[in-house]
T-cell receptor, first 114, second 116 residues
Framework: AQSVTQPDIHITVSEGASLELRCNYS??????LFWYVQSPGQGLQLLLK??????LVQGIKGFEAEFKRSQSSFNLRKPSVHWSDAAEYFC????????????FGKGTRLSVIA | GAVVSQHPSRVICKSGTSVKIECRSLDFQATTMFWYRQFPKQSLMLMATSNEGSKATYEQGVEKDKFLINHASLTLSTLTVTSAHPEDSSFYICSANDPVGYNEQFFGPGTRLTVL
């Protein structure tokens, strides 16, 4: 079965500290991977995506993620967190053929403290 | 990038009324659109897959008679919540596949439904 696991429900980091959000997936076909961010009451904003090629992808707002096929992981990182990064983060996996929907993880809530 | 819009962004209605939510792909034609529902502090839950010109495919547990989906054109899908009740209050998000290129899925901004 296709699934995405985000092991951390809630993470708190200090402003300026580094961040890593974990994502593991189980997918039968070649996975295409995404990270979205959602602020309270808002829609989803795409941070970055991996389709093929370089396994280290750069996204918006200084985020990056690394695809590791051997570990079935796509962890999101940021070297220095800003207070405005506090939000809910969702990892998703899909196939770009066959018009299949994305499968989402349960999300990780990021809190940033001064 | 491709843009998907939803209308309305927020709606408040009385219990027993029906509400229609529109999802439009603004700069591409989408043969497939998806409808998700999101409860507070939870992830997105797929409700149904909408294909242009055919009946929608609903996920298990989603009442097709309560959540009517119509994909009338390549740029428009609608979700009608019939006889809405307070438990239908939620955040509804649509997405659309752009068949050009990577067949990537693009998300609308969501519609907040509150049923009184």
């Amino acid at each position: 079965a296709q699934s995405v696991t985000q092991p951390d429900i809630h993470i708190t980091v200090s402003e300026g500290a580094s961040l890593e959000l974990r994502c593991n997936y189980s997918y039968g076909a070649t996975p295409y991977l995404f990270w979205y961010v959602q602020s309270p009451g808002q829609g989803l904003q795409l941070l970055l995506k991996y389709f093929s090629g370089d396994t280290l992808v750069q996204g918006i707002k200084g985020f990056e993620a690394e695809f590791k096929r051997s570990q079935s992981s796509f962890n999101l990182r940021k070297p220095s967190v800003h207070w405005s990064d506090a939000a809910e983060y969702f990892c998703a996996v899909g196939a770009l053929a066959g018009n299949t929907p994305l499968v989402f993880g349960k999300g990780t809530r990021l809190s940033v403290i001064a | 990038g491709a843009v998907v819009s939803q209308h309305p962004s927020r709606v408040i209605c009385k219990s027993g009324t029906s509400v229609k939510i529109e999802c439009r792909s603004l700069d591409f034609q989408a043969t497939t659109m998806f409808w998700y529902r999101q409860f507070p502090k939870q992830s997105l839950m797929l409700m149904a897959t909408s294909n242009e010109g055919s009946k929608a495919t609903y996920e298990q547990g989603v009442e097709k008679d309560k959540f009517l989906i119509n994909h009338a054109s390549l740029t428009l899908s609608t979700l009608t919540v019939t006889s809405a009740h307070p438990e239908d209050s939620s955040f509804y998000i649509c997405s659309a596949n752009d068949p050009v290129g990577y067949n990537e899925q693009f998300f609308g901004p969501g519609t907040r439904l509150t049923v009184l």
